[in-house]
């Protein structure tokens, strides 16, 4: 039978009758078996997610003070969604060993594991399912890599695809057998990993978003969400600044050929959003663009040199320049006597004006110019490479919009066109944009 792997995020679990909603959404689809749960996460904007507690308990003990007031409403939270859900997870007893673990000094990411941990028993004991404990099959590597021998040893214990299993989130061990956690957001990449390790049917991600946006609802109200798109596109999105998945979580399901689904488990019918390898004929045909993301934080040096085109290794000595300072850049857009390189504006915190001088003695350039501020747009959509018109689009949209572009730059893959501007302009860029392609 197909099995589908679900990871529900901390909001998804921040008590019980979240938890309810979470047993319904699993009952619904009997190849719905395998469940990765967060650690719990905020019920309202000013409460407090758990594993921030925990960091906050950790750090209190280090500096010797009482880890109590931190502690106390922490404990609180899984006995309240124990009790509520009448299940017996032996909270309390876990929950006094926790105290004295945080007491003795254990690791960070020990402590950080144990909302998940704790999640997970609850869960388990609330759908009947069995516990698995990530530390014992998700190994990590020196470098922080996932294992290849996780994916056959999860998959083995999980072999009975008539049983439900519950597998925490966000942590695995080290090489050294220690509990290491992923970064924060990181049961996204557990599930990604549960979901490959049993050759899930699907990777459904339930969040409290009906999928994901087209664009930043905070600049464009009221943004769609996408139906479907590829993991391609996604990662474009997500780079540029879209939060969606945690970035890593999408490598083990894109190699697997495994689509992601994100879902909303306060409405769960809502189809969400699919990530697949392959857009369907159907997505192709209708529409243009994936979505639209942008960040604002870049800066860019121009250089002029005539017959710049003619001098042989040009860019590669402005390049090692880059690498001597460790500086790596997003775009490098040239014509036949000028070349642009674009950076974070972090990258060059502290060091732009030694990187300018070296630039100037090393490459003795006719005109060198900083644009300390300047803001990245890019509109993102697979179909691009065969569609007539796009990047006219784009480019009446802004014209109308009266906003100068400052910088194009489409990559090889065809994927994206970005462009540059003022960060006075960022968000009516943002929103003529996706009103040019998105139609109400
Ligand atoms: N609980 C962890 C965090 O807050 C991991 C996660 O929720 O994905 O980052």
């Not at 904007?45 to 922490?74: G, H, M």
Request: net charge negative; aromatic share 6%; glycine share 8%.
């Amino acid at each position: 039978m197909s099995r589908i792997v679900c990871k529900f995020g901390g909001t998804s679990l921040a008590d019980a009758n979240q938890f309810k909603k979470v047993r319904a959404i699993v009952e619904a689809d009997s190849r719905r078996s395998i469940v990765v749960p967060s650690a719990p996460g905020k019920r309202s904007a000013t409460d407090a997610k758990l594993t921030d507690l925990l960091y906050l308990c950790r750090q209190s003990v280090e500096v010797a003070t009482d880890f109590s007031p931190i502690f106390e409403p922490l404990r609180a939270r899984f006995l309240e969604i124990e009790r509520e859900l009448g299940v017996q997870a032996n909270m309390t007893t876990h929950l006094e060993q926790l105290r004295r673990d945080i007491l003795r000094g254990v690791s960070r990411d020990f402590i950080a594991s144990r909302g998940e941990y704790l999640n997970g028993l609850i869960m388990a004991a609330y759908l009947d399912a069995e516990f698995i404990e990530p530390a014992e099959f998700i190994l990590l590597t020196a470098n922080g890599g996932v294992h290849e021998d996780t994916y056959r040893l999860l998959g083995e214990r999980m072999a009975k695809t008539d049983r439900r299993y519950v597998v925490p989130g966000f942590y695995g061990r080290d090489v050294k057998g220690e509990i290491k956690t992923f970064s924060r957001g990181g049961s996204d990449i557990s599930g990604a990993i549960v979901a490959r390790a049993v050759q899930a049917e699907v990777y459904e991600n339930w969040t409290d978003v009906s999928g994901l946006l087209m664009a930043d609802p905070r600049i464009v109200p009221g943004a769609k969400p996408m139906e479907e798109a590829t993991y391609a596109e996604i990662r474009e999105l997500s780079y540029m600044g879209a939060t969606v998945l945690h970035d890593e979580a999408i490598a083990p399901v894109r190699q697997a050929g495994i689509p992601i689904c994100i879902k909303n488990t306060n409405a769960p019918s809502h189809l969400g959003t699919r990530i697949v390898n392959k857009l369907s004929a159907e997505v192709e045909k209708s529409t243009e663009i994936a979505g639209i993301a942008g960040k604002k934080n870049f800066v860019m040096i121009n250089i002029e040199k005539n017959l710049m085109n003619k001098e042989v290794g040009f860019a590669s000595r402005l390049l090692s320049i880059l690498e001597r300072y460790g500086i790596s850049f997003e775009h490098c857009p040239s014509a036949i006597d000028s070349m642009s390189v674009i950076m974070e504006a972090q990258q060059v915190e502290g060091n732009i004006d030694q990187v300018l001088e070296d630039i100037r003695n090393t490459l003795k350039p006719d005109r060198l110019e900083l644009e300390k501020q300047i803001a990245l747009i890019a509109v993102v959509g697979e179909g691009m490479a065969k569609t007539i018109g796009i990047a006219a689009k784009v480019f009446v949209a802004l014209r109308d919009a009266n906003v100068n572009v400052r910088l194009i730059n489409q990559g090889a893959s065809e994927l994206n066109i970005i462009v540059g501007v003022a960060p006075e302009d960022y968000e009516k860029s943002v929103n003529t944009l996706y009103h040019a392609f998105v139609t109400a």
